[in-house]
């Protein structure tokens, strides 16, 4: 484990290399950023977000919580997710879940969480929605593993619903949103490949907020 003054003797070693690779790295750095992606993660420090897309500060803006979820009333995503649209301009929202998620298992188990309890039940109302194929799935360990998946697809979906993301779509032909899963086994990535179009056109004639056809 790295000790609490190890992380600044890391911090200046860091600097020292960015220099090094580009004398004016922290100059254009500090200018501003105009990201292509928002990533929406689980807060688990076993799934560093921009090490695992290989992308450099400036390249991603980043929203981890527990277990991934984007929740209607919860202004701290709901805040990222309007600044990343209407702001940044992004081309791509990713929802990134992870297969051995602790959030998305303590929602399975069934005993009283205490705070946690309202922030689970959203994946207990994907497991419900969901119920039929998930009770159909014997191996408890691919069953927890569909429960990951089916997260991500449903936070994507509540991503799709919100003003900010179905407005600009409209408007300029973006962002599109993806459903990645993380399998911290191997450390691969798995694009999950949801039909953004599809499920747009699909949720439209309940969650339309543009007043229009998209
Ligand atoms: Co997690």
């Given at each position: 484990m790295v000790s609490y003054e190890q992380i600044f003797e890391h911090n200046r070693k860091w600097v020292a290399e960015k220099t090094r690779e580009d004398k004016a790295f922290f100059e254009k750095l500090s200018k501003d950023q105009s990201p292509d992606y928002l990533y929406i993660g689980c807060s688990d420090s076993r799934v560093p977000a921009t090490d695992i897309m290989g992308v450099e500060p400036g390249e991603v803006f980043v929203h981890r919580n527990v277990a991934n979820l984007v929740v209607s009333i919860d202004l701290n995503v709901m805040s990222v997710i309007n600044y990343a649209v209407k702001e940044l301009s992004v081309k791509h929202i990713i929802v990134c879940g992870h297969y051995n998620c602790g959030g998305v298992k303590a929602a399975m188990t069934p005993q009283d969480m205490g705070l946690l309890n309202p922030w689970l039940r959203n994946i207990r109302d994907v497991y419900r929605l969901h119920v039929a194929e998930l009770d159909a799935i014997e191996d408890e360990k691919a069953r927890y593993n569909r429960l990951v998946e089916l997260n991500?697809?449903?936070?994507?979906?509540?991503?799709?619903?919100?003003?900010?993301?179905?407005?600009?779509?409209?408007?300029?032909?973006?962002?599109?949103?993806?459903?990645?899963?993380?399998?911290?086994?191997?450390?691969?990535?798995?694009?999950?490949?949801?039909?953004?179009?599809?499920?747009?056109?699909?949720?439209?004639?309940i969650y339309n907020i543009t007043g229009h056809e998209i």
């Open positions: 991500v697809q449903e936070q994507c979906v509540n991503v799709i619903k919100t003003a900010a993301v179905q407005k600009s779509y409209d408007e300029h032909g973006y962002p599109e949103v993806h459903g990645w899963v993380f399998d911290m086994h191997n450390g691969l990535l798995t694009d999950l490949k949801i039909d953004f179009t599809r499920i747009l056109r699909d949720i439209q004639h």
